[in-house]
């Protein structure tokens, strides 16, 4: 079982940034992939990145340049450095956890980004 625990998530004025961070415990392999997902209001869930356990990184086009994926594989966390943001950037974020071998993937409770003035 694993367990992952976000925090981070506040308002924040256009053009700001935030750091998001999500911890996990439980049966962590640390070679498993994580990332983060978002949910905007009436919107679908949307991947935003993805960290391998090597920490290589992907990102969803609307991000890339101004977020920034790092893993941390001793603490088991995750962060998401959120710079330049947008109020199209408003959402839940929620971190998620890949466990290849039974192609499982667990997800956090999510916390709440807002951009606005």
């Known amino acids: 079982q694993v367990r992952l625990v976000e925090s981070g998530g506040c308002l924040v004025q256009p053009g700001g940034s935030l750091r998001l961070s999500c911890a996990a415990s439980g049966s962590i392999f640390r070679f498993n992939a994580m990332g983060w997902y978002r949910q905007a209001p009436g919107k679908e869930r949307e991947l935003v990145e993805t960290i391998t356990g090597a920490g290589r990184t992907n990102y969803v086009d609307s991000v890339k340049g101004r977020f920034t994926a790092s893993r941390d594989n001793a603490r088991n966390t995750v962060y998401l450095q959120m710079n330049s943001l947008k109020p199209e950037d408003t959402a839940v974020y929620y971190c998620?956890?890949?466990?290849?071998?039974?192609?499982?993937?667990?997800w956090g409770q999510g916390t709440q980004v807002t951009v606005s003035t």
């Open positions: 998620y956890y890949n466990d290849v071998r039974s192609n499982y993937d667990y």
